[in-house]
């Protein structure tokens, strides 16, 4: 498709930055673990829902490796680590 192409030759990475909460829990500054990893949930199963052309790869905090948390770090990705 055409338009995949010119996506693939201009575009290196995209990310969503999520900046609102999700209905029924705290911003997070307020949020608790449990609200944290509630909300993990409910945007892994609509990460599922994306379309194939949309869809990448998700690395949950706690599971990263050093070396995954380097590479992301060094591509701007991950900036820091919630409390």
Do not use: C
Not at 54 to 78: K, N, R, S, V
Request: net charge negative; aromatic share 10%.
């Amino acid at each position: 498709d055409e338009q995949a192409a010119l996506f693939g030759k201009y575009v290196k990475s995209t990310r969503v930055r999520a900046a609102r909460n999700i209905s029924g829990y705290s911003l997070p500054a307020g949020t608790s673990k449990e609200d944290r990893l509630a909300v993990e949930e409910v945007l892994k199963q609509a990460f599922t829902g994306l379309p194939a052309d949309l869809q990448g790869t998700y690395f949950p905090l706690g599971d990263l490796t050093a070396e995954q948390e380097d590479a992301l770090q060094a591509g701007g990705f991950l900036f820091q680590k919630p409390g």
